[in-house]
């Protein structure tokens, strides 16, 4: 068993979820199954690969000496290629139409809880 | 059973053009065919007549000038919940989001739309785009409708069903592990997931934003290959999305397959694989071989660790992207003495259990203490297996593989065993995870009469590829084989 009862409370709390008490039992035994599967990926040595932080193909069907190194670049490199758009003010005159999706909203504010004691 | 779908973009074009039917008439018989249809197939969650009918009297009229009609003028045409859809009701599947109607449209909708597209409404899926088997859905599951006891496959069940029971022309759907191939397979329908940012993922909600992309089902691949030129290219509105040219791909889809070279990775025919959807995937290959391609024997070793890879990547992203369902700024709030309190209420109700197992396996991933053994590891794991895809891609043009290792289960089958669940995408999550495009096509059916998948990879951008390829194999009657 590598999941507890505690790890289950523990990450709810971490996910901000108020599990019922009969789903705690249920979701361990689950989450502990799926772990042990997924503990296949120790059996891999993964010493000096280099994570695939995100998902940024620039080139086109066989130009593949590039497309093997942009799938394996990371952070700086993969980000310089981004596409960044000109920094000129849009107008975008929808707060009105967000906040109508509020479940409580105080224009032009989101009424919450309170939040502060004093 | 069900009406075989009677429209395609083509004879849709060809009714307005020769005034044999208008755009209203056409969107007015979808409707009357889906309040028909739908109480049994449970395909759509929201219709929005006013908006289709609006856009269909602009074709008419496009019509009567004689002015240029759009690649998809007048073509009804069915979205996945979980793409924004301005003025009308947007749930993702889920309770949470159940009076959710989005400000603004979705970048591939307005495309859609511009090219004269008529959207029905909004099709069911598996909540937050979290399941196999389209039963996650806070609205109820879709029916196949090929064989009503079993599920149409997920997420996108419900755009998968719609086209295939003809309620639609073609439909949007989202892949982030198999949701627009696997429901294509069982459905016995072309459904594609292009390159990871080949189409804006502008406006649709989130569920793991490093895999998710929106894709076409249609009938045939011509009709595949004009909704993919209108929605896909570059969005200043997504910065993931690829400044990469797109091609006219209905153009493109007619040439031979002469000397092409197909790998056939035996990683993906092992243990797990349904003998009859084996025989079929591998008749399928022998006819492309008869129609020109080379065959390759091919390894991809990372193949099997690549569901546990997904489940940890997967999950990670989603607990963060859905950390924004709080009761604060849309969505269902459930009231609590204190903000926390009110937070994780309105979560412990909003959510279904599949989303909230999802959230908990995510953030357990991320927690500290765990993160290299989990989320660390899982990404390296990644490189390996987008590496494996590299690696063949210098051998060969396409990649052939069946695109689920069964055809349609039953529904309530797999439901107590999220881990037999999971395992429906084992095919289909190593091309999500490298980021390249892949295409389930139709490839015969078992005796039982369920629909059986091929899919087909090619590598980053290689839409065209895929596409040629599957024109070809339908050409050549591989649909039915």
Redesign the interface.
Known sequence: MKISREDVLRVAQLAHLELAPEEVETYRGQLDKILAYIGKLQELDVSGVEPMAQMRPQTAEGAHQDSRLTISAQGAAASAELELRDDVVVPCNVADAVLAEAPDAAKPYFRVPKVIER | MTAAPTWDVGSVRDALLTKKTSARELAKDFYAQIERRNPELNAFLALCPERAYAQADRVDATVANGDVLGPLAGVPVAIKDVISTQGVRTTCGSKILAN??P??DATAIERLENAGAVILGKTNCDEFAMGSSNENSAYGPVRNPMALDRVPGGSSGGSAAAVAAGLAVVALGTDTGGSIRQPGAYCGIPALMP???RVSRYGLIAFAS??DRIGPFATNISDASTVMSVIAG?D?KD??S???GVPDYAAEIEKSLEGLRIGVPEDYFGAGLDLEVKAKVQAGIALLEKLGCKRVPLKMP?T??A???Y??VATAEA?SNL?RY????????V???????????T??RG?G?EV??R???G??AL?SGYYD??Y?????????I??DF?NA??KVDAILTPTAPTPAFRLGEKTAD??QM?LADIYTVTGSL??VPGISVPCGKTSAGLPIGMQIF?????E??ILQLARAFEKAGGFSI
């Open positions: 959710y109607t400000p603004y390159t990871y940012g490093s895999l570059h200043s910065s993931t690829a400044a990469v990372h099997d660790y569901i546990a890879t489940y940890i607990s950390a709080d009761g604060v700024r849309y969505g269902s709030r009231q609590g003495t204190t903000l926390m309190d009110m937070y994780r209420k979560r412990e959510f259990p909230k197992r959230i908990m396996l953030t357990y927690s053994a989990y660390l590891r899982a990404q390296k794991v990644r490189a390996l987008a590496q590299a891609f210098e999220p881990l999971y490298a980021g090619a590598s980053h951008f290689g065209s590829r």
